[in-house]
Structures are given as structure tokens and as C-alpha cells.
């Protein structure tokens, strides 16, 4: 089966260079020039998966990330100039998937788009298991979380790590291991990836110390 991939740039050199690298791979891609026209596509249309640049004409990629993880759990690809935390964590916490800095190369841009797709894939053949760390219940097959009974909305990167923290409260997990977990391959971004997604998972859960940082460790999910 053809994946389908909404590419949303108005740079016509990356459009180019991204279109042409992704049919190369098998994918089939349409591209759109503003963030309008992007979140009407994708409303309207069946993808599966959106590589969507942060700056776009008419509606900013994080303001197109946020429409659609309201509505759908389409994985997102956000593509940017800039590289400081803070823009991380913004695209991180609008819904993105994953966050690729310009100038990139293919090569990285298709293994982040598998990785996401092949997550994907392994979440939607996950069992009904509801696994339940002190305050936190976790419903494994409707991706859904509550602490103290209040509905929690994450986004799928930040339910995998719970999801992981919970296997075994207690236990200290290394950036590594949780990045390693997210993209099921050994082959992970820059570990501030997961500093980001542990800083708005902690954000949405709402409780202090549910996830404690190790210094030169990790995280743990104190239940």
C-alpha cells in the first residue's frame, strides 16, 4: 500500500528536493503552499502523515499542528530554520510528532517519517490492556489516559512514554532509552526530544512529582 504524505512548504527548492526524495522512497506525496490550504486538505483528504514547515503563509505550522491534533492523530513532521529548546518544545507541545531542522538531509527525513509511520503501525495492532500506576490509569487500546479520574489529552509521542514510565514505576529511564522506545528503532534524534515531550507530558498531567528527573540519569514515574 502507497502512503499518502501531505507536504506543506512554500519554499519551492524544498518542495522540490522533499517531493522528489519521498516518490524516490515509494511515497506518494502532495504538496500544498499555506497553512490554510493545509489543514483544509487534510480535513478533507486521507493521509498519512504531514510534513508541515513552521513558517507558512496565512496560518503558522504550530497554529495547522494544533488544528489537526484536535481532530485526528495524524502524525506531523514539523520542518524549521531554527533549532533553540524553546522552538522545540512549541512544536513539540502544538501536536508534532518529530522536529527537523533546515538545512536536513534525506536521508534523516525519511528514517524519521518510517520510524513514525512503523510506530504507527505497531500502536494500532496494540491489545486492550489498561495498566494503572498509583493516580494514573492508562487504556492502552483507546489511547486513553486519566490521573485521579480526569481525562488527560496527550499526544501519541507523549502516551508512548508514559506508557513506558508506567511499565515499571520506580525505574529510572535515560533519554536514550525513552527516544529509543518513541521511534522503535536505535537510531534516535537529539535527546533534548525527550526533554521536551517529558516537560508536556508533566504540563498535562498536572500533578507534581508524577515524573521526577534523575540528574545525569533520566526520568521516573513515581506511582
Known amino acids: 500500500m502507497t502512503r499518502r504524505i501531505l507536504l506543506v512548504d512554500d519554499e519551492p527548492g524544498i518542495v522540490d528536493f522533499v517531493t522528489y526524495g519521498l516518490a524516490r522512497e515509494g511515497f506518494e506525496v502532495v504538496s500544498v503552499g499555506d497553512g490554510q490550504e493545509a489543514l483544509e486538505r487534510a ?3 486521507p493521509f498519512d502523515l504531514m510534513v508541515l514547515d513552521v513558517m507558512l503563509p496565512r496560518l503558522s505550522g504550530t ?3 494544533r488544528a489537526v491534533r484536535r481532530e485526528s492523530d495524524l502524525p506531523i513532521v514539523m520542518l524549521t530554520a531554527r533549532d533553540a ?7 513539540l507541545e502544538s501536536g508534532a510528532d518529530d522536529y527537523v531542522t533546515k538545512p536536513f538531509s534525506m536521508v534523516e527525513l525519511v528514517s524519521r517519517i518510517r520510524a513514525l509511520l512503523r510506530r504507527r503501525d505497531l500502536d494500532a495492532r496494540g491489545g486492550g490492556t489498561v495498566r494503572e500506576a498509583g493516580a494514573i490509569r492508562i487504556d492502552l487500546a483507546q489511547h486513553e ?3 485521579d479520574g480526569r481525562a488527560v489529552r496527550l499526544t501519541r509521542s507523549e502516551f508512548r512514554i ?5 511499565e515499571q514505576p520506580g525505574r529510572v529511564y535515560s ?6 522506545h518513541l521511534w522503535a528503532t536505535p537510531h534516535v534524534p537529539d535527546e ?3 526533554d521536551a515531550h517529558v516537560a508536556n507530558l508533566r504540563r498535562k498531567l498536572g500533578e507534581e512529582g508524577l515524573i521526577v528527573t534523575v540528574r545525569g540519569a ?3 514515574l513515581v506511582a
Open 175 to 180: 533519554r536514550r532509552e525513552i527516544l529509543q
Open 85 to 91: 529548546e524553546t522552538d522545540l518544545v512549541v512544536g
Open 218 to 220: 533520566g526520568y521516573k
Open 43 to 45: 480535513r478533507a483528504e
Open 145 to 147: 489516559v486519566k490521573v
Open 162 to 166: 508514559l506508557t513506558l514510565l508506567a
Open 63 to 65: 497554529d495547522v499542528a
Open 192 to 194: 533534548r526530544t525527550a
